[in-house]
């Protein structure tokens, strides 16, 4: 009986809700980066090597490295996300997935935001994870490093979600590279302010509350606004 | 009047390499941007004259539309 | 409602009604900042600490107004295109975007020449300041992007979801800023808060913003009606003006 009922269902019964539409597209695009394991791994070690760059740059001079770190490590953290960004919608652009992503009968800005949580979640999370270490190779006092990886995790989702508009936006064109980075990076600045100014006033000891609950105040906002404008954006790119 | 005379007005009291410039810079870009939209308006009136010249030459080749949009 | 619509949306309504303003938008911008220049440079008594080259205030101030302002009419204009698909809102919104982006350099030039007598130093990282170099960002953002795409529709829809991303982020970048700033106990000195300026400095003041307001109406109406002609150089009542003469301004 109930095998039959569900064997109609699957034939003439209601659409996917929006859970099923939502949690399918996340475990198919998790499923193709993992598989994709050396391009999983790219922007952690474009961001380890960023990071490396500096002190060979300036000097291997503890104190001066330990001053300057929170911003090197959060522009490196903001240069990797944007690195990352032009796989977001670029192969399923030229294979036709995008297509049917909008053709689907979910609303399209549920379907983006899965796609922008899969890419945070195998970019700005791992890369939340390693900074600690990268955090000690730039000498950052110890007591620093939680509200590190928490501006990390709470920024490189607001990065991924803004980002996300970007690349909708470019994703047809053919050099749209510097064009993304050029659109996205005066938009990054606030989360970069934040970011890397929070971590500055917690190695000072001051409170950091007010910041982080400012961080996520930008990445709820950026929820709301960021899918469906991305959605819009890749309507317009498929037109073109 | 603040100054004394012209030759005063023009050195600004040792300020005239500072203040000419920002003058310069702004008030020649409202300059460029009238001179500029006034240009083209010129070439693209000559341009659409020149299109119904040649039409007329070839009354067939594209009759002019009611809202003429060309993408 | 929707006749309205219709009508302030058509390119021809816009066209023949414009061509009557037109003359007075650039006559009396011009004679306005004309006035205002003079009476700044030359009548407008010099400030009891900066001198003379307090002046630069009188171009300083109008074009970062009119940055602002011109990003708010581009905003205003996106939404409309977004929402209603009126055409003459993209191409009021692309005749006025180069224009702020001139306004905003125009803004950070004579800022940054203005710090050389009052810092001491070309640039410094202002609030203020940093804020409009992200601003001038933005705007050639959004030039690069409409042109980057070869159908004029795709570049137009681009440009307006990024002109109204954009104006939802400026708020938050000028915050940010202010207080990235205020972190790092930079310049306390601000190049436009003064403690209650006489008539006779604020008053050219006035006549300069409301001029390059004017001046500002007048080049995004002729740079629209020209967009206009560029999209439409078939259209019958083009052919009439060409063949009547009647060029307007």
């Known amino acids: 009986m109930t095998a039959e009922r569900t064997a109609t269902d699957r034939i003439a019964g209601p659409l996917p809700g929006l859970w099923q539409g939502f949690s399918a597209t996340l475990s198919r695009d998790c499923r193709l980066r993992f598989r994709r394991r050396s391009e999983l791994a790219n922007p952690l070690i474009f961001f380890a090597l960023i990071v490396t760059l500096f002190p060979l740059g300036l000097a291997p001079d503890s104190t001066l490295l330990s001053s300057i770190a929170p911003g090197l490590l959060w522009v490196a953290a903001l240069l990797s996300v944007l690195l990352s960004l032009d796989g977001l919608f670029r192969d399923d652009f030229d294979d036709g997935t995008l297509e049917q992503l909008l053709l689907a009968p979910q609303p399209t800005g549920i379907l983006v935001l899965a796609r922008i949580v899969a890419h945070w979640l195998t970019t700005g999370l791992p890369l939340a994870l390693i900074s600690p270490l990268l955090a000690v190779m730039l000498s950052l006092p110890g007591h620093s490093m939680d509200v590190l990886m928490l501006t990390l995790l709470l920024g490189s989702a607001t990065l991924s979600l803004i980002g996300a508009i970007g690349a909708a936006l470019t994703v047809g064109l053919r050099r749209g590279g510097v064009l993304l980075s050029l659109l996205i990076l005066p938009l990054y600045t606030p989360v970069l302010i934040f970011g890397a100014g929070t971590v500055r006033l917690a190695i000072e000891g001051a409170p950091v509350a007010p910041w982080l609950a400012l961080m996520g105040a930008m990445l709820a906002l950026s929820l709301l606004a960021a899918p469906w404008a991305a959605a819009a954006a890749l309507k317009l790119s498929l037109d073109g | 009047m603040a100054f004394e005379s ?66 | 409602m929707w006749p309205i619509i219709h009508k302030l949306g058509s390119p021809k309504w816009f066209y023949t009604m414009s061509g009557r303003w037109l003359p007075f938008l650039w006559g009396s911008g011009t004679i306005l900042v004309v006035l205002g220049s003079l009476w700044g440079l030359a009548f407008a008594p010099p400030d009891y600490q900066q001198g003379d080259s307090f002046r630069i205030l009188y171009v300083h101030v109008p074009a970062a107004i009119l940055a602002q302002s011109c990003f708010a009419l581009m905003a205003m204009c996106s939404l409309i295109f977004l929402v209603w698909r009126i055409k003459l809102a993209d191409m009021v919104a692309g005749a006025a975007a180069p224009f702020g982006a001139a306004m905003t350099f125009g803004a950070l030039f004579s800022g940054a020449v203005w710090g050389v007598p009052t810092w001491g130093t070309w640039w410094v990282w202002d609030a203020r300041l940093t804020s409009m170099l992200l601003m001038l960002f933005l705007y050639l953002g959004i030039m690069a992007l409409r042109g980057a795409f070869a159908s004029r529709d795709g570049g137009a829809r681009a440009a307006a979801i990024l002109t109204l991303v954009g104006v939802i982020n400026l708020p938050i970048i000028k915050y940010s800023v202010v207080w990235w700033n205020t972190l790092h106990q930079g310049a306390t000195f601000s190049l436009t808060e003064k403690p209650a300026m006489p008539a006779s400095m604020w008053l050219p003041l006035l006549l300069m913003v409301i001029g390059f307001y004017l001046l500002f109406a007048a080049v995004t109406v002729a740079r629209t009606r020209n967009e206009i002609i560029r999209r439409q150089p078939t259209a019958r009542w083009v052919r009439a003006l060409v063949q009547g003469g009647r060029h307007g301004l």
């Open chain 2, 6 to 71: 012209l030759a005063d007005f023009w050195a600004m009291n040792g300020y005239a390499v500072y203040v000419w410039p920002a003058f310069g810079v702004v008030l020649g870009s409202l300059v460029a941007f009238a001179l500029y939209s006034v240009l083209e308006q010129r070439r693209l009136l000559r341009h659409v004259a020149a299109l119904e010249r040649r039409e007329r030459q070839r009354p067939t080749a594209r009759p002019a539309t009611d809202d003429g949009e060309t993408t």
